[in-house]
Structures are given as structure tokens and as C-alpha cells.
């Protein structure tokens, strides 16, 4: 199956900077072999050392110590797809990663946690930085497998809703008073 | 459905299928007039809503290309966006959140009660709120609001006990579930609240009031209507004698149809209504139709908007039911001792993990932003509306170059904070903060407007022809058989969600028309 979670909007897709720039990523289904060996490899335009980086940037940028690294890979995969259909986009990308390294003067990767973090704030704002951002956002967040993980549940009309599955179960504060919240009818 | 010829100039062609547009249509079919009701999307059904954002707004959202500039924090964020409202059957009646409140007395007459303010273009309405209480009653009936008719509150979610408990300890006095168009029990044929929580995707019970599936089918009921999706209008057309005589749109195949009409009722939302008027500039009508005034487009409102999200220590689950689940109205007065003019409402909301992510703080990174999603469960919100203060240079124009699908002109929306509407947001942010630090909040985010869905103003009535585009009827100043019918009539924002105002509006003006055709006025 050919990843299919970046169907851009053409609207949108010129701002280059905005997040609604991903307007539409499907649920991202993780269908990679991870953290397998040949995952870098499958890719179209990064090689293994920036696949690598963008990965661990990617983990940097939105850490979550409890997700594993196949999910951020999904954002990795994702970028090589926009890659591989746009030379633009590939030489933004490829360049950010060699720019990292410039600034780490060395292996970005290499570097402490702190100073990786001090170099990522010299890039923050740059088209490059804010390309791999806006895919977090949706590869990460709009990643149906992951929404168990922040306790989202989803679609709920296909499950009555939630009018007899929790809608009000908080018990850790007061009931509001009737004349302010009826009973359902 | 009726069918009416292209060349038939005996019918009331409405623009846009929305609050408005919608309504008006079913009131006039009620009362007899043949209406084309012109809808620029899809038409679609409740079958064919998902509980899914993205996908959900790919449906159901405006994605047609706009620009913007200014100081708002959209135009940074969200370039393309300035808006978040609907291009479908129904309009944005599919997605708003179904809060419907009256505005106040004082606040149809602003420059009255809040004097001259440096740099706001205010005046008082051309009616008052004796003027429209009996529609306000027939809107409230029609929509089925809760807490009005007898019809009882909703049953409040946990993201409402959470701002029940912060705002009764901070001593606020009106807390409660809100005066809803969201069924808290079955009523005229649809069914009552499933506590879905998407009510921002299109309700899937048909429990929140929408034009798709109650003013239209109605109207179509009557065999006077005939609705036609995936039309969108590009020009509306006058006569030598200066009367709209028609509209020119592209059909869904793109091709371009001439339709005559006897009055072009304008209510496709308040960047594309003024959108529109420009784009149909003529030689006798050079700075486009109803613009004498120089106002069309201009006074563009947003309300003052932001939102509060705050995180617990034990779970809250927010997003379960109703997305807008009650409201604080206790800071919705006119009290200059605040340090601003006007007021505003503090109402629940939640958004779905995917636009949490997008709007929490846009653009942010970092592990203070991945540790509030983490906490996603544990967080309640609440969204700010809040009167903001109509600017002549907040408008909408045409952009010099861009053009949409059709080779149209797309629409610029420039908008600059005021000085008031930025002391009323940080008060508001103040107060939204101690309510939930009362309610034992751990962290709490200032969360900046999101694209804009009240957009108000930019056609807006006035009692004299210089200061605004029509009168109080909707009826444009210029042309007499041309009418404004959504929010972009307003004078002024109020501090009130607007939808019930656009009906009332409506339903005012259905009868209006009628009254005026049947005198052979227009």
C-alpha cells in the first residue's frame, strides 16, 4: 500500500507555512516495517542519514516519551512522499537537514540534548523548520492509532454518542443544580 | 420542487442557503412567492456528515481561495483562512455550535450607549429590540431553543461542570446550559441531542437546527422553491433602469447561466455577500452594486474571539457532547469600569485531538506544547464572544490579481485588532483563567481567535444612506428590489452568538418583501 496520509489542499498549499496547509491527512495508517532496518531504505528521497534526522527532529519538535519512534516515522514517510513529487520541496528538505548539520558542525544527531534543542531554535523560523512542523501536526495528532494514546475516542454517532456512554461522569467536582443543568429527557 | 425557467423574471432568486438565505427562502415559499434558492456547494445529508475534523472540513468548509492582511494573528497563521464557515446546502447551519441568544437592547443602539470611541465607525441600528421581539419569539419557536418555549435546557457535559464549578466559586451568577437550537427532547420531527460531540461536523441525529433540513425541505414542501446546489453566483445583474433584473452564475459543470429575477435577496455570508457586490461593478454602478455609500465590504466584524484551555489533574473528556455545552453570561454587560466598551459571553468549547493540534497555539513546538496534548483528556475549554468595534478599514476588497475558479476576484479580508476589542479579549482571558484556577486548573492556555466564523458587517444597515449599505429591512439603500439577508447586515457585532439574529432578520424581512411586492413597490 503506498502511503496515502498527505492529500494536500491546493488551496492552502502555496502559503507553505500554514498549518492548515495539511488541511486533509487521513489516519496515517502505520503500515511500515519498523523500526526493521529496511525502513529508510523503502524511502524515495532521503538516504538513512536524513531520514534519521528528520526523525529525531521530528521527536524533538513534538516529544512524546511514550510514543514509538514508528509513528514519527510516519511523519518521516510522509515528508518523502511530498519529496518525491515536488524537486522544490526535496531541496528544502535535503538542504534543512545538511543546514542542521552545518550548524552542529558535525552530526546534528551526535549532539547532546540540549545543544540539539539550541540548534533547532536557530531554525525555527525557517520555511524548512515550519514545513516539518505543519506535518507533525496532522501526522502525529491526526494519526488514528495514536488517539487511544491521548484518550481521544473519536467517532462516536456510530456508538449512540455519548448520552449513555459518559457524556457527564466527572465526579471529582459538584454536580451543577438542576435549574442550571436539567437531567437529560 | 418547482422548476423555473431561466427567463422567468417573476421569482425571488436567493443567494446562499445558510441562516438567512435558508430561511428567508421557506418564509417567502410559506407565503406563496416562487424563490430560486442558489446554493454555491454540494447538497449534501445528514448521512453523508463524518465525526472526523479534517475530512469533516474538506467536506463541508469554504475552501474556495481568500487572501488577508492586518494585525490579526489569523492572517499569520491562517493566510488563506480567514474563515471558517460552510460552502453546502444548509451553509454554515451545518456547523455552527447552536448557542441562540437575543441581543441586547443597548446594544442596537451603540453609539448611543457607548458614546464616541476613537478610530470605530459606530451608529445605532435602524431598529431596536421592540422592533424585532415578536421574530426573535418566531425564531425561537422555529429552531426549537432550549429554555424558550418550555422546552428545557440541555443536560450540561463534563467540559460544563468543570466552568460551572471554577465560575460559582469566582462568584459568577448566570451559569448554565445555554439557550441552545439543539433539540434537549424529540420536537417538529427531529430527534433530541445523542450528546455526539461533533456538532461542529454536521449533527449527525439532526438534533441541532439547520436550514438543510428544516427551513429547505419545507420550502420545498410547498412546491414554490427550487433549489439549485453547486451554483455559484458570480455577478448580479441590473437593468437600464438601475433595478437588479438577474444573476449570472456557474452551474456545476461550470458553465455559465443567466437566471432573471423580479429581487435578488444577497446571503452568501459576509465576505462573499460584499464579495459579490463589488465583483458586479458596472458602468453604471462602478464601485459595484448597493455601494453609494463607499460601505460595502467595509465595518468588517469577527467578534472579539479567543479561547481558554486549561488541564487537570483527573480526567475530563471535554469533547464528550454537545461542543458548546453553556455559557458564563455574567461579563455580557455594557460596564466601562472593565476598562472597554461593550461585553462579552463565556460559552464551553472543545475541539477534537487533530484541531486541538492545529489551533491550540499555531505554530507552536516544543514539550510545554506536546505536554498540554498529552494532558488532552484532562483538559476543559471555553471560547470568548465578545463585541468587537466596527472599522472602516476592516474590509473586504478584491484582490488586484488573484482569481478564483471562475476568474472571479478573490476576496481580501484585512482586519486590525481595535484597541477595545484587545483590552475586552484580555480581560476575557483573565477571567477565563481564574475560573478554571478555581476549578483546580494545573495549566492554562490563552488560545488566540481561530479563523473567524461570526463575520458580520460589511453590508450593514443604517438609518441614513451614507453610513451604511441598506435599511432595516435588509433592503440595500441604492436599489430597491436588491436586499442583504445574512449577518453581514449587522450594524454592530453584540456580544451574542449571531445566528438567531440572521433568522429573526429573515423572518422580518420575508414579510417585508412580501408587503412591498404585494404594493407593487418591487
Redesign the interface.
Known sequence: MKNEHLNR?E??C??G????SV????SGAVTLIFPATGWSAQLAVFNEHESKTLLRMTRE????DKIEDKFYAVVVTALDTDASGNTDTAKQLKDGVANLDKLAQGDWQALSANKRGAVLKQI?TTAFF?SV?SK???G???NKEL?DH?????????H????N??????D?????PE??????? | MAKIDFNDNSAVVIIGSGAGGGTLANELCQKGIKVILLEAGKHHSIAD???????S??QLAW???RTTSGDWRVAK?????PAWICKTVGGTTTHWAGASLRIQDHEFRAETHYGKIDDANLIDWPLTLKDLEPYYAKAEDKMGVTRTNGI???????N???M??GA?KLGYKE???GRMAIN??PRNGRA???????CFQGC??GAKWSTLYTEIPAAEATGNLELRSESHVLQVKHDAEGSVSGVLYADKDGNQQLQKARIVCVAGNSIESPRLLLNSASTMYPDGLANSSGQVGRNYMRHTTGSVYATFE????M???TTMA?IIADENQHDTSRGFAGGYEMETLSL???F???FLD??A???K??DA??D???MAGMWIVGEDMPQEKNRVTLHTTEKDQHGQPVPNVHFDDHKNDIAMRNHAYKQGTLVYEA?GAKTVWETPPYPSTHNLGTNRMSTKASDGVCNGFGQTHDIKNLFISDGSQFTTGAAENPTLTIVTLAIRQADYIAEQMGKKNI
Open positions: 489542499r488551496f492552502l502555496n502559503t507555512k500554514t498549518l492548515a488541511a486533509v491527512a487521513s519538535m513534538f516529544p512524546h525555527e515550519n512542523k507533525c501536526v496532522t502525529i495528532y491526526n488517539w491521548f484518550g481521544y475516542e473519536g467517532s462516536s454517532a456510530e449512540g454518542g455519548y448520552i456512554r459518559g457524556f457527564d461522569d466527572l471529582w467536582l459538584p454536580n451543577p435549574s442550571d443543568s436539567p437531567k437529560a429527557h | 456528515f463524518v465525526n472526523d475534523e479534517w475530512p472540513f474538506s475552501l474556495d481561495k497563521d491562517f493566510p488563506n483562512l428545557p435546557g440541555l443536560p450540561g457535559n463534563n460544563f461542570k468543570v460551572h464549578a460559582k451559569v448554565h446550559t434537549s427532547r433530541a441531542c445523542q450528546q455526539i460531540g461533533f449527525k441525529s483527573k480526567p475530563v473528556y469533547y464528550r457532547g453553556g477534537g485531538l487533530p486541538m493540534a492545529a499555531p505554530g513546538s516544543g514539550k506544547f506536546s496534548l498529552e488532552y483528556d484532562h476549578a
